[in-house]
């Protein structure tokens, strides 16, 4: 079986089309629509990457990657972050919210900013599984 | 009562970043996550002869929508907020409907509505169509440009107008659990013309001076917690009243106690809140009869 990849977004056109690349590729493609439900299924299907977008509804990326990484059952799920926000605007936030006094959280290994080539976001994830 | 969560409902030429920027006080009283929200009139995007579905205008308004909204959103991020956004197709007061109920929001924020008398009285107005509906206090914001006797930002020195219903009465306590952010509060009954025309002067003088002293009640509860307080009474029909009241009162905004009357009684006789809150050059605060 191909490893399992979630894809985390609440636009449906973006699952549609990162699930498209994730499957092509022969990954196992899941999908949710907001942080909330992404964490849920993180914790059920176990991914072996997770495609997170940031600026989403209930809950969003920012705070489930910190949420993620800051669960020492779950630090170690491999994330691409894949989102209209920049990265360095992630990095300040993650900043500020360390500032207000939460628990510090490391850098994304994998950041890439939309709209992305389909070429680009494969082999990214192709990098992140190894 | 705690705003956590803000639901901001924009067309982008009602309600703009600067807008938003006036709420951001709220975070005093643990504001931290702001939803913006852009709904498509289904109209704008809806099939017609000879065209059909408008797909490519569909996705014209979303896009720049969303180019907005990550504009608005790295801002706040960057604070440390956390930040939602929905962008629907459909009708405005539903759709903002489920995403009060989905996201739980505390308050939605929303421009004053343009539709004209007519189509208020078919479709009725987004205002009331939305009171209705929400179980959450609704701000209708006007841009402090259209008024020069707004400066400052709404929870700064709201008026409350009371009638003495249960409305306006959770809309005191409402303040009251806010009072930290509120530098000062006037509080103003308007009283029925019809009690003071033709009776005598000791009677008119009564029923002020029996207004003033439920108002100072309100004041002292404000004053306890810190915040100053004064008491107003006015004569005359309330939505003229109430007007002049913020305006020589330099108030940021006014906040009423909004009944749910029968959609049809409403349209046929009106409501005070609803009317305030779609003509008032001041952002008015409506607190539902149960706050969900």
């Known amino acids: 079986m191909g490893k399992k990849v979630l894809v985390v977004d609440d636009d449906p056109d973006v699952r549609l089309f990162n699930t498209t690349v994730v499957e092509e590729n022969g990954y196992l493609p899941l999908e949710a629509e907001n942080g909330e439900e992404g964490l849920q299924m993180i914790k059920s299907e176990k991914p072996d990457l997770v495609i997170l977008d940031v600026l989403m509804p209930r809950q969003s990326g920012i705070r489930l990657y910190r949420e993620l990484k800051t669960n020492a059952s779950l630090r170690d799920v ?53 | 009562m705690k705003i956590g969560k803000l639901l901001f409902v924009t067309k982008f030429e009602d309600l703009g970043y600067d807008a938003l920027k006036t709420l ?112 959450v206090p609704v701000l209708v914001y006007k841009p402090v440009t259209d008024n020069p006797f707004v400066t400052g930002t709404p929870f700064q020195r709201p008026l409350i107008a009371t009638d003495w219903s249960p409305a306006s009465l959770r809309a005191v306590e409402y303040l009251l659990d806010l009072a ?36 100072e009640e309100i004041c002292a509860r404000f004053q306890a917690q810190g915040t100053t307080a004064r008491s107003h009474v006015y004569v005359g029909d309330p939505e003229t009243e109430i007007e002049r009241a913020a305006r020589e009162c330099q108030a940021t905004m006014v906040v009423l106690g909004s009944s749910s009357k029968n959609i049809w009684v409403e349209r046929w006789l009106g409501s005070t809140p609803r009317k305030i809150a779609e003509n008032s050059a001041f952002p008015t605060l409506l607190i539902p009869p149960a706050i969900g």
């Open chain 1, 78 to 130: 491999k994330i691409l972050i894949l989102s209209g926000i920049a990265k360095k605007t992630f990095l300040r936030s993650q900043q500020a919210l360390t500032e207000f006094g939460e628990n510090q959280v490391p850098e994304p290994e994998f950041y890439l900013e939309k709209p992305v080539d389909a070429d680009v976001l494969a082999a990214t994830i192709k990098k992140a599984l190894g």
């Open chain 2, 180 to 215: 930290p952010l509120i530098e000062e509060v006037r509080v103003a009954h308007v009283a029925d013309a019809e009690n003071i025309e033709g009776s005598s002067v000791m009677t008119a003088q009564k029923t002020r001076k029996d207004a003033k002293a439920r108002l």
């Open chain 2, 24 to 135: 951001l006080s709220l975070r005093q009283s643990g504001l931290e996550h702001i939803v913006f929200m852009y709904v498509i009139e289904r109209e704008k995007v809806s099939m017609r002869r000879g065209i059909g579905y408008q797909r490519d205008e569909a996705i014209r308004l979303k896009e720049t929508a969303n180019i907005r909204f990550i504009d608005w959103a790295e801002r706040l991020f960057e604070q440390g907020m956390e930040v939602g956004v929905y962008i629907q197709i459909g009708s405005l007061a539903a759709e903002v409907a489920k995403a009060v109920r989905k996201e739980e929001a505390d308050l939605v924020v929303i421009g004053r509505s343009h539709k004209t008398t007519l189509e208020q009285f078919y479709s009725g107005s987004t205002v009331s169509e939305l009171i209705r509906r929400l179980p």
